[in-house]
């Protein structure tokens, strides 16, 4: 390989039909959050047969397989997502989910395909790759609960990585177009709960009892009023309360009232700030009806994804000599999460997009029925993984 040609071309080429097949089968057999049996025993038996070392049952569906070249050099992980979604999916095609009610509705099941054929590739080339590729493969990234336990089990270890990267296809940018931000590039998520108590009691005669619902749709307006106030505005926060659960008849007071949230934030001090603000802001304006609030962070939540400056400038640079200049392009940071964040914490690193928009214009927007991928723009995401991974693991 001349260090600025694209890598190993005729490997790509001849592994591109093979790649769509893969996905169209992970698509045809979606799997919810650390449900993924199915997908974990293909990704294993595919690592296992193509002579890396496997490691199963990490993060309950978690897969790492470790590819050790025989030239020296260093430890680079790949991190790809397994997992589906709960939704019905709408496309009419022959491998439009198979399950009802599960849909690979984020593009994990390209992310799947794409991480197996490069450790296929990067295998069958073993004697010219230099140090070990680590390839991490994540269950349950839909609700950010994989990538903790994959670290807690060790995924970063034995061997040790010095680096970790990864891709998110998307559909909001055209097929083959590959977008990278130094800095923050995906926001933090922190789901939380606000349960307000009061006393119950009959509709016609409120100063009896102490209603939640009015205290309730106060504590909502005033969290939002907190963010506009709080927060300075060049940095940014979205807190929005998704679920408001309360009564059970039009003339019942009743004594609970329920509300999940999500907030969302690029930077650790303003998650810091609006946390603990909410928090003692919950607990006042509860007290100021007569009611008790709590106010907890549940599970699903993780940091903002914040890629390394040295190795984003490595990633677009490689992008640029695998798939050429008019492909690549800086990106803006989404609202959106994904506990890539949290290897990201562990280890330098990029996470980077890759366009699968359909020409048409239509939007098929992920976490959506309606959500479809353009194959077109997978093979700029196998074609980066590699360059990538041959070009950091050299030492
Ligand atoms: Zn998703
Ligand atoms: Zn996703």
Redesign the pocket.
């Known amino acids: 390989m001349k260090k600025t040609e694209p890598t190993w071309p005729d490997e790509v080429e001849k592994r591109l039909d093979a790649l769509v097949t893969l996905r169209r089968d992970f698509h045809r057999h979606p799997e919810l959050s650390f449900q993924e049996r199915r997908t974990s025993e293909i990704i294993a038996e595919r690592l296992h047969a193509a002579g890396l070392e496997v490691r199963t049952g990490l993060a309950k569906t978690g897969v790492v397989g470790v590819l050790r070249g025989d030239r020296p050099g260093r430890t680079v992980a790949w991190r790809a997502?397994i997992d589906a979604l709960p939704l019905t999916e709408t496309l009419d095609a022959p491998f439009t989910s198979g399950t009802p009610g599960v849909m690979h509705a984020?593009?994990?099941d390209g992310?799947t395909a794409i991480a197996i054929t490069l450790a296929d590739i990067l295998a069958a080339r073993r004697r010219e790759m230099p140090g070990s590729a680590v390839f991490l493969f994540q269950p349950a990234?839909?609700i950010l609960g994989g990538a903790r336990p994959m670290i807690e089990a060790g995924a970063l270890e034995h061997p040790h990585v010095d680096q970790v990267y990864g891709l998110?296809?998307t559909t909001t940018a055209p097929a083959g177009l590959v977008t990278a931000r130094p800095g923050p590039a995906m926001a933090s998520a922190d789901g939380f709960t606000v349960e307000v108590r009061g006393r119950g009691g009959h509709g016609a005669m409120p100063h009896l009892s102490i209603d939640p619902i009015t205290a309730a749709a106060n504590i909502l307006l005033g969290m939002q009023n907190l963010v506009s106030r709080e927060i300075p505005a060049q940095e940014s926060a979205v807190l929005t309360i998704g679920q408001l659960v309360s009564g059970t008849k039009s003339n019942i007071i009743p004594d609970r009232a329920l509300m999940t949230g999500t907030l969302r934030t690029f930077d650790a001090g303003v998650r810091q700030q609006v946390l603990e603000r909410l928090d003692e802001y919950v607990g006042h304006m509860a007290q100021a009806y007569r009611t008790q609030a709590s106010f907890s962070v549940s599970l699903g939540s993780c940091p903002a994804v914040v890629n390394h400056a040295a190795e984003t400038e490595f990633m677009m640079r490689t992008a640029a000599l695998e798939i050429g200049d008019a492909s690549v392009a800086e990106g803006r940071p989404v609202m959106?999460s994904?506990d890539m964040s949290l290897f990201l914490e562990a280890r330098p690193g990029c996470y980077f997009r890759v366009g699968i928009g359909l020409p048409d214009g239509r939007p098929r927007p992920?976490?959506a029925p309606e959500f479809e991928m353009n194959e077109a723009g997978l093979p700029a995401g196998l074609r980066v993984a590699l360059g990538v991974m041959l070009r950091s693991l050299a030492p």
């Open positions: 997502d984020c593009g994990h992310h990234e839909e998110h296809l959106a994904d992920h976490h």
